[in-house]
């Protein structure tokens, strides 16, 4: 049929009717994704959150309930996403509905299509739009980016206001960071080692956006002082520094581990092998450890604290570095022949010393994780006996005491950790200081005190640990 004079063909009246409608017609594309969005962010939040990882205490008895998850972690602004310097990936999807959703090109122009409309980017949840980079799997995945930090925080207890405290806390630390990556003038490694440890604990590495930089500068800091005194992270060409270094480089091999584990960064597998080599080598007959790794008669569960976490960092590397396994499992009677008749843990002898007690069950637990005995009495000894208050209790304020006693009640769970997290986590975060880092307090451990030198940093450090608690492990830690 061919077409008359005074009629265009059909091809050319619906190119018009397309063009007149062009408006509408991507106004309602985009109205139907938005709408996909939108139902699909509904599913997400309305799934019931995942079974607390731990059964009820055993030993600790409580008649109030288990503390209330709120929603924690700020999420960024669609404004800050479309700012983000971030590289664009697609997440390898596992889930349609929890699994994160890839950013594309195309969804970045949806923001900025929807961006101008009152109330309508508020409905599109920006955790989705973004992928953290590299993922971090296995024991530390619940640091693998906000939306990971999130979910794990929710069946523990976390809080918005505590991970407000991290992040105003790892502030602080980025602008106090010296020129050369480290951290203080006292006691350097140590608190380099810490700091680096609220870094990672926060799943910051060096593709980080924010503290990116700030975590590879105290990285190539520890790898060029490290290979320059042959792996004794106490940056001693003999020994280890007296008293101080053995918890400058358990506290350092401690992070080296962690990072190691994370990342797989083979520049500092051979570091990492003879840092972890000096700890296996100055372990006492008994399975404790001293001073400068001393074999004599003392043995110093202080001591032997960082040397056993450092250890079970080596362990979860996978690298199997000869000794590690050995000298955890020596520790375990060292442990328990330092345990009180109470329950509680002594410095260099059995006895009940509150502020050594974490320190014993974090520790035990973190090799043998069963709810023995020497767990259970150690639980109940801490929680009959501790106060948490950072200033102005019947006590003094001890923040080393507090970090092994927060990480020791999540891993015992149950009534017990909802019993230390009422105790703890407002306390904490409340008395933050308005510039990220935490005011000092008179007494307690080390440099705590300290106005100045090392002690901001290690005050930091330990409450940032410490609020990090609800995501920095997964539950299953062997």
């Known amino acids: 049929m061919t077409p008359t004079p005074n009629r265009p063909p059909f091809s050319t009246r619906l190119q018009e009717r397309i063009a007149q409608s062009r408006f509408l017609t991507f106004s309602l594309l985009l109205h139907v994704v938005i709408v996909i969005i939108g139902g699909g962010a509904v599913l997400f939040h309305r799934m019931p959150p995942a079974e607390d990882f731990s059964p009820p205490g055993e030993l600790v008895k409580t008649d109030e309930p288990n503390i209330e998850s709120n929603p924690i972690v700020p999420t960024p602004s669609d404004e800050e996403l479309l700012r983000s310097q971030e590289p664009i990936a697609s997440p390898q999807v596992q889930n349609p509905i929890t699994a994160t959703i890839p950013v594309t090109p195309a969804r970045i122009e949806l923001v900025q299509a929807t961006a101008k409309v009152p109330g309508l980017v508020a409905q599109i949840n920006a955790t989705a739009l973004r992928n953290p980079a590299p993922a971090i799997s296995g024991v530390f995945a619940g640091r693998n980016g906000a939306t990971a930090r999130r979910k794990a925080a929710m069946k523990t207890g976390g809080t918005e206001k505590s ?30 080692g810490l700091a680096l440890l609220a870094f990672l604990g926060h799943g910051e590495l060096p593709e980080s956006p924010e503290f990116g930089p700030t975590v590879k500068r105290s990285l190539d800091w520890v790898l060029a002082r490290g290979q320059e005194f042959d792996g004794r992270m106490s940056l001693t060409k003999d020994g280890f520094g007296g008293n101080a270094g053995v918890y400058e480089h358990g506290i350092v091999t401690y992070a080296m581990g962690e990072y190691y584990s994370m990342t797989k960064d083979e520049r500092f597998e051979p570091l990492l092998k003879k840092a972890v080599g000096y700890i296996v080598d100055g372990q006492t007959p008994v399975g404790g450890w001293d001073y400068g790794y001393a074999k004599g008669p003392r043995n110093d569960l202080s001591v032997a604290g960082w040397q056993i976490q450092a250890l079970k960092a080596a362990h979860l590397t996978g690298l199997a570095i000869p000794g590690v396994d050995e000298a955890l499992d020596r520790a375990m009677p060292f442990l328990k022949s330092w345990q009180g008749n109470e329950g509680g843990f002594g410095y260099t002898k059995a006895e009940n010393r509150l502020s050594l007690t974490g320190v014993g069950v974090l520790c035990t637990y973190f090799w043998k994780e069963d709810k023995d005995r020497v767990v259970k009495e150690g639980i109940a000894f801490l929680l009959g006996k501790a106060e948490v208050k950072y200033k102005g209790g019947k006590s003094e304020a001890d923040l080393y005491a507090w970090y092994y006693h927060t990480q020791a009640c999540l891993m015992f769970g149950g009534s017990a950790w909802s019993k230390w997290n009422r105790m703890f986590q407002d306390e904490i975060a409340d008395n933050q200081s308005p510039d990220g880092s935490w005011p000092p307090t008179p007494g307690a451990h080390g440099p705590q005190p300290k106005p100045n030198g090392a002690g901001p940093c290690y005050r930091t450090t330990l409450c940032i640990l410490m609020l990090e608690v609800f995501y920095r492990y997964m539950p299953s830690t062997k």
Do not use: Y
């Not at 405290?165 to 790892?170: D, E």
């Open 163 to 192: 991970e407000k405290a991290v992040v105003a806390g790892l502030r602080w630390l980025k602008q106090h960071q010296n020129p050369d990556g480290s951290w203080s003038d006292e006691f350097k490694p140590a608190m380099t």
